[in-house]
C-alpha cells in the first residue's frame, strides 16, 4: 500500500529538548516537504527536499533541521523546541513538487 | 506560501444537497488540486485538473478551472454526512518550489 509514514502520532516534551520526527515514504518520490498547520494560518512549509542530498528551506524554517540521506526518509529535527513550535506537523511526499502529494497521518507536538 | 484563497470558509448543508466551493489563486499554473482533510487528520488528494482543462469529474466530485479569471470550483453532489471535512485547493506551477495550498472550506453535512 502506498503510504507516508510519520512518526510519533502525538508528543509532549519540555523546551530545549532536542527532538526528531521521523518521515518514510514507500512509493520513490523524489520530492518530500514538511508543513505545519496552525488555526488560521493554513498549511506552512517548513522544508522541502527535491532529491537526495538537496533540501532547501520552505516559508518557516527557523527552528527546524531536516536530512535526506536516503531517498525513502526525511525526519524532521528539532534542535532546541520552544513554546512557539507546538503545532500539527505533515509530511508530505510527490513525483515533483507540483504532482499529487501524499500527506502522512500528521504528529502533534506540544512543547511545555 | 498561502497564495490561494478559498471560499466560503465554512460551508452547511444537509445531507443530501450539493456543496460548492471556490479557490482563487495568483499565479499561472499547470494544475490545480483539491485534497480533503478529516479534522486533525493528513490531508488526502481528491482531484487534479490540469491547465488545459475545463472541467473534471469523479464519482460525486466536478471540478471546474477557469485559467483567465485564475479560479476553480469544487461541486460535491448528493452530500452525505461522511463528507463533513475540510477541504483544500493547492496550484501546482512548474516554476515553484511547492504546491500553494488555500485557506480551506470547512464543510458540515448535517444528517
Known amino acids: 500500500e502506498a503510504q507516508v509514514t510519520q512518526n510519533p502520532r502525538y508528543l509532549i516534551t519540555v523546551t530545549g529538548k532536542k527532538l526528531t520526527v521521523t518521515c518514510s515514504q514507500n512509493?520513490?518520490?523524489?520530492?518530500m516537504s514538511w508543513y505545519r498547520q496552525d488555526p488560521g494560518l493554513g498549511l506552512r512549509q517548513i522544508y522541502y527536499?527535491?532529491?537526495?542530498?538537496?533540501?532547501d528551506k520552505g516559508d518557516v524554517p527557523e527552528g527546524y533541521k531536516v536530512s535526506r540521506k536516503e531517498k525513502r526518509n526525511f525526519p524532521l529535527i528539532l534542535e532546541s523546541p520552544s513554546p512557539n513550535q507546538t503545532s500539527l506537523y505533515f509530511c508530505?511526499?510527490?513525483?515533483?513538487?507540483?504532482?499529487?502529494?501524499?500527506f502522512g497521518q500528521g504528529t502533534r507536538l506540544t512543547v511545555v | 506560501s498561502q497564495q490561494g484563497e478559498e471560499d466560503p470558509q465554512a460551508l452547511s448543508i444537509q445531507e443530501g444537497e450539493n456543496a460548492t466551493m471556490n479557490c482563487s489563486y495568483k499565479?499561472?499554473?499547470?494544475?490545480l488540486q483539491w485534497y480533503r482533510q478529516n479534522s486533525g487528520r493528513g490531508l488526502v488528494h481528491l482531484i487534479l485538473?490540469?491547465?488545459?482543462?475545463r472541467e473534471k469529474h469523479s464519482g460525486r466530485l466536478r471540478v471546474t478551472l477557469d485559467t483567465s479569471k485564475k479560479s476553480s470550483s469544487l461541486l460535491i453532489t448528493a452530500s452525505r454526512a461522511a463528507d463533513t471535512a475540510s477541504y483544500f485547493c493547492?496550484?501546482?506551477?512548474?516554476?515553484?518550489?511547492?504546491?500553494?495550498f488555500g485557506s480551506g472550506t470547512q464543510l458540515t453535512v448535517l444528517p
Open positions: 508530505a511526499s510527490s513525483h515533483t513538487q507540483n504532482t499529487e502529494a501524499f
Open positions: 512509493m520513490n518520490h523524489e520530492y
Open positions: 527536499s527535491m532529491n537526495v542530498e538537496v533540501t
Open positions: 499565479t499561472s499554473i499547470n494544475n
Open positions: 485538473i490540469r491547465s488545459n482543462e
Open positions: 493547492a496550484s501546482g506551477a512548474r516554476s515553484a518550489r511547492q504546491l500553494t
